[in-house]
């Protein structure tokens, strides 16, 4: 054989084994196979090198060498023949299925080799297993053996266990199923039980609070409901003539509730007027009603209508007669004519609002308690028995759950729309929210009531406007500016007082605040303060007298016959007495700049040192890679920095300036730089010569091996055993020092 | 061989010269056969093989945890599509009949003249005697300490059964009246080896861990017939208690087929070849052999009386089985295939056929490579397999070289 063909298949291998690229590449590949067919000792050849490649104890080579393999084990029969020959030592090389020998790191390319050589052992024991007996035996190892069978069951080499194992996985998911039916199953039975029990209660709930809402509000024609929202009817007076005086008053609560608001022209005063005050009694408690002009049977209306509604009625006659603002009209009234200038609005709400009253209390007690009980316990059990009864899939009891849940809904949609104002029990009319202002509309006769009702019929576009709540408050404001209303009359008086005090109460904390001039207050914020002292106490004592202290006068030694003399205070003394020192520390500013010196990690000196940094010395400018610089402005610049600032452009311009500088010199003469070429030869000395391959010498950089660098050194472990023998000593000199015999031996 | 071929035409030489030349070199070719091949049966390692006299039956001791044995039938293919496997006769688990099921078969062997009896030891110390028509325990011998081996005397005369185990002395067992008949007594230690001369049906040979080779004749049985002496006697002292076989335990010894040698095998990694009659070293130097199979009999084989004109010695070594030339030392072949450590071996007595049983539950077969056949036979062969041993060059290197030059 050609020593130089032997040169390139051996270089040729090594590059490719050695490129620790995962897979390998194709011109040298092909180049490869061309000369493995080429003659059969380069098969033999490449085979002795893939064998000693393969022996190589990193997995990027054995991969590599395996993939090499794998390429020519199909095509070239001397090189299965060869292979196979040594398939136990190729097998334990390649798929590590032996403890002995595990497949060497690093990790990643093991476990690819191990995957990559048993899918390819299969393939070829597939189709070559018949003619190798090894290769057969080999595989049959592999599958008999307890690690690699366990990976050719995870490749899905296994069918027959893979089988085994969906078939396995499909007989526990039925067993899985059948489980959960029959827990579902229970469950229904369960759910079923649970309606059983609670319908009749569920329903008996609903049907109370219906029966509750009947009796606040009460239904007299149920068809009426189905046209509500198209109900946009002022009330004629021919209908109201037809309908009783109930059934006029259900249509004003109708009205209300459609949010709907007619405005009437009161055209006339009658003596009938009581019920149409009666009517708007009715709105303020929530269930506004069109005035019902000419009508009769206000008891009527009193006892089968609203709470308190005969009272009321009676009330606002009287208020109607009280508050009546304007003498006009109302002399014009008791004159007996009708007043015909004045437009009476009335705003319908769009909630019904009930009131409270002693009479309706337990009513609405059952009602809310009722709501709760539906709110709280019945719609989650029902939506909950709506989930399970969904997941059976009963259709009847399905539609019948959903049913009550509708219903449930629409009871507590209703009784939303019920805005009941709690805890404001027998207040009148003009109390409530909505009381409508009662305007002059002059009691008519019966003759005079069929012209303003006339006039109402032809005043048909303010009904159709729709009203909110804020169209009805700021209505409400409009009428307390019309000082025909009795909320006008009503907000003076109440307002001159409570205005009258507001004023009262800002003109005199005016006057509080300017008391004193301007320059005064300024003046008094400006003055220092400071604590009583000496100097304050001598402040008046402007002839200098002494403070009262007995002085001993230390000629005579005796201490009570010593004569005692007047204490001379001398100028200065007497100024010391009236001076304080005050101890002037200045302010603290806290440091804004940090050294920023670079340091050895990359990172810039975090220390915030007001001049000098312990480490890097003065504090200096520097720019953004922590070299120092006259540029950078927005450093501090101290007096010290300033100083040395001048010589700063000689260490302005660092090593890697001068590199740069010396490379381009260099470069523009055509030369390596010096020392740069050192340094590079010098690391090429210790470049690897396979520089693609994973170092797996290199130490891994684990807490652990830190850990023991540490603890294990010479030094720590020198210093330890210093103090364990110093303790030790002590200990033992603490004992035995006081025996003599012991003292003896030292 | 057309040499040999004239020769024979010629009378030149001895008549058994030209089959046993070519049994030679057919033995010196073996390799792991392409036809034949054992289902496996033992899930753990094949501790012993042995086939019966007519070299059909082979009967293998498994150490799988309750011991199983399993008779393997050689000549019936039971495998599928062409490929010779053969299949397990009759099988048997020590769950049946071993009274302590926890231990593995250690030894199995044939009645050496019939195959209606065999025998076994195991890790249990009963040695067993076993009808195989009813594969019933028919005989138990119960021993204080462990057997390590135990061999069925060849000869015609006498139905002994030696017995060697823990106990520093070889028992012999009587088949026939199912009793130890007699113990020789003369090794130190426990006995590790026994072999029956294929010669003289009452010699026997035994060796221990007391690193001697002694020859015994049973009806002498004050002592022993010598003490093979590694060094001939020229520089141990004469006295025979301190004559050494080995530097380390004897645990192989086998009879060459005509009875002429001896061949010992130690924990020394020697091999030693003797001469039988004489008890000399014949000092024929095997190299270094690794003994891997120290604690237990480690299986020797010869080449069947057929192919002894240049004898060959099997010793498994590791996963391989290794093949000497007897005389020479030379080493022939190495026959590798097995995953684990070979553990067993038995030899066809006619035929130039090996099996094998190792660690890893295999059984191989090896046998000299098919005759090359005339063309014809040459052609059908390819149909049926030939394209798995052909060359598969893809176009691709074609195109690649076309591009290229």
């Known amino acids: ?746 | 061989m057309l040499q040999l071929l004239t020769a024979r035409e010629c009378g030149l030489g001895p008549p058994w010269f030209l089959p046993r030349s070519y049994g030679s070199q057919r033995f010196s070719e073996l390799e792991l056969s392409k036809e034949k091949e054992l289902g496996r049966f033992h899930s753990a390692a094949v501790n012993s093989l042995d086939l019966d006299c007519d070299g059909r039956y082979l009967i293998s001791g498994g150490g799988d945890v309750p011991g199983s044995i399993a008779i393997h039938d050689t000549a019936r293919p039971a495998g599928e599509k062409g490929l010779y496997v053969c299949g397990v006769t009759v099988s048997t688990y020590g769950t049946q009949n071993h009274t302590d099921t926890s231990h593995a078969v250690s030894v199995v062997q044939w009645f050496p003249h019939d195959t209606g009896i065999f025998t076994t030891t195991s890790g249990d110390r009963y040695l067993k005697i076993w009808d195989t028509n009813d594969l019933l325990v028919v005989e138990k011998f119960k021993f204080k300490n462990p057997i390590y081996t135990h061999v069925m005397s060849t000869g015609t005369s006498h139905t002994l059964t030696a017995v060697g185990g823990g106990e520093c002395k070889i028992t012999l067992c009587d088949l026939v009246s199912g009793a130890s008949s007699h113990v020789l007594e003369g090794h130190s230690k426990p006995v590790m080896a026994l072999a029956w001369s294929t010669a003289c049906e009452h010699v026997l040979a035994s060796g221990s861990q007391d690193n001697s080779v002694v020859l015994w004749d049973i009806r002498k049985a004050n002592g022993p017939l010598t003490k093979l002496d590694q060094h001939n006697g020229s520089r141990a002292s004469s006295d025979p208690s301190v004559t050494v076989a080995h530097g380390g335990s004897v645990n192989g010894l086998c009879f060459s087929p005509d009875g002429l040698h001896l061949v010992s095998f130690g924990t020394d990694d020697r091999l030693r070849l003797w001469d039988a009659v004489t008890g000399k070293n014949t000092l024929v130097n095997y190299g270094r052999v690794f003994n891997t199979l120290p604690k237990q009999n480690c299986p020797l084989a010869f080449s069947p009386l057929s192919s002894t004109l240049h004898p060959i010695i099997c010793i498994p070594v590791g996963g391989e089985v290794l093949m000497f030339h007897l005389t020479t030392g030379k080493k022939v072949k190495s026959l590798s295939g097995h995953f684990g450590k070979v553990h067993s071996l038995a030899v066809h007595p006619v035929e130039q056929e090996l099996y094998s049983g190792g660690t890893d539950a295999n059984i191989l077969c090896w046998m000299p490579p098919p005759p090359r056949k005339p063309s014809l036979d040459r052609a059908r062969r390819s149909n049926a397999t030939g394209a798995v041993y052909e060359d598969a060059w893809s176009s691709d290197e074609d195109n690649d070289d076309d591009g290229r030059h």
């Open chain 1, 1 to 746: 054989m050609d020593v130089s063909v032997r040169k390139e298949l051996s270089d040729l291998v090594e590059k490719m084994t050695h490129s620790g690229s995962p897979s390998l590449d194709d011109t040298q590949l092909k180049k490869l196979k061309r000369l493995c067919r080429s003659s059969d000792a380069n098969v033999r050849a490449v085979y002795e090198l893939f064998m000693a490649d393969l022996a190589k104890k990193h997995a990027e080579v054995r991969l590599s060498a395996f993939q090499i393999a794998a390429e020519l084990f199909p095509r070239s029969h001397l090189f299965r023949q060869l292979l196979t020959g040594e398939f136990q030592r190729v097998a334990e090389l390649v798929t590590g299925t032996e403890s002995r020998h595990p497949l060497p790191p690093p990790a990643p390319a093991a476990s690819r080799l191990k995957e990559t050589s048993l899918l390819a052992i299969r393939q070829w024991n597939e189709k070559f297993g018949e003619g190798y007996p090894k290769l057969r035996l080999g595989f049959n190892h592999l599958k008999h053996s307890k690690k690699a069978s366990l990976w050719l069951s995870f490749l899905s080499v296994d069918f027959e266990r893979l089988v085994a194992q969906t078939e396995a996985v499909r007989r526990q998911s039925t067993a899985r199923d059948a489980r959960r039916d029959a827990l579902a199953q229970q469950r229904l039975s369960e759910v079923h039980a649970e309606i059983a029990d609670q319908k009749y209660d569920i329903e008996s709930v609903l049907k109370e609070m219906e029966s509750c809402f009947d009796i606040l509000v009460p239904r007299f024609f149920p068809e009426e409901e189905e046209c509500l929202p198209s109900l946009q009817r002022t009330p004629t007076r021919e209908t109201l003539a037809e309908a009783g005086s109930e059934k006029a008053e259900f249509r004003g609560r109708v009205l209300s509730s459609d949010g709907s608001f007619a405005s009437l022209e009161s055209g006339g005063g009658s003596e009938g007027g009581g019920e149409g005050e009666e009517g708007e009694d009715d709105a303020g408690k929530g269930v506004k009603e069109e005035g019902n002009k000419g009508e009769k049977g206000a008891e009527d209306e009193g006892e089968v209508g609203e709470e308190g509604g005969s009272e009321s009625s009676d009330e606002s006659d009287v208020e109607w007669e009280e508050v009546d603002p304007l003498p006009g009209p109302s002399s014009l009234k008791e004159n007996g004519f009708v007043y015909r200038g004045t437009n009476i609005s009335i705003q319908l709400p769009t909630k019904i609002l009930v009131e409270e009253t002693e009479d309706n209390t337990s009513v609405l007690t059952a009602l809310s308690e009722s709501r709760h009980l539906l709110k709280d316990t019945y719609l989650p059990r029902v939506n909950r028995w709506l989930e399970w009864l969904t997941k059976a899939g009963d259709e009847k009891d399905l539609k019948e759950m959903i049913d009550i849940k509708s219903n449930i809904l629409d009871v507590l949609e209703k009784h939303k729309k019920f805005n009941i104002a709690m805890s404001k029990s027998t207040h009148s009319g003009e109390a409530g929210p909505l009381s409508l202002p009662l305007c002059p509309s002059p009691p008519h006769s019966p003759s005079s009531t069929t012209d303003s009702q006339s006039s109402i019929i032809h005043r048909p576009t303010t009904t159709t406007a729709t009203t909110t709540r804020e169209s009805l408050r700021s209505r409400e404001r409009e009428l307390e500016q019309d000082p025909t209303t009795i909320q006008a009359q009503l907000g003076a008086l109440h307002g001159k007082s409570s205005d009258a005090r507001v004023q009262g109460m800002a003109e005199y904390s005016k006057q509080q605040l300017t008391d004193g001039s301007e320059g005064q207050t300024t003046a008094i914020s400006n003055v220092p303060v400071v604590p009583f002292d000496m100097d304050l106490y001598h402040w008046d004592n402007s002839e200098g007298k002494p403070p009262p202290i007995k002085k001993v006068c230390m000629s005579s030694v005796h201490q009570y016959w010593g004569s005692e003399r007047d204490i001379e205070l001398s100028e200065d003394e007497k100024a010391l007495l009236r001076c304080r020192t005050i101890q002037f520390t200045g302010k603290f500013e806290p440091v804004k700049w940090s050294c920023r010196a670079p340091l050895p990690s990359g990172r810039l000196c975090p220390r915030r040192d007001r001049f000098k940094c312990p480490f890097h010395g003065p504090i200096i400018a520097r720019d953004d890679q922590g070299r120092p610089s006259q540029t950078a402005t927005d450093e501090p610049s101290t007096s010290g920095k300033t100083s040395t600032q001048p010589d700063a452009p000689s260490s302005n311009i660092s090593e890697a300036d001068y590199n740069d500088i010396e490379a381009a010199v260099f470069a523009s003469k055509g030369l390596e730089p010096p020392t740069q070429q050192k340094g590079k030869k010098r690391k090429g000395g210790r470049q690897k010569k396979h520089p693609g391959l994973t170092d797996i010498a290199a130490q891994t950089d684990t807490p652990r091996n830190r850990l023991e660098h540490r603890i294990f050194s010479k030094r720590a472990v020198k210093r330890v055993a210093d103090v364990i023998d110093a303790a030790n000593a002590r200990r033992h000199r603490d004992k035995f020092g006081d025996s003599f015999n012991y003292a003896l031996e030292k």
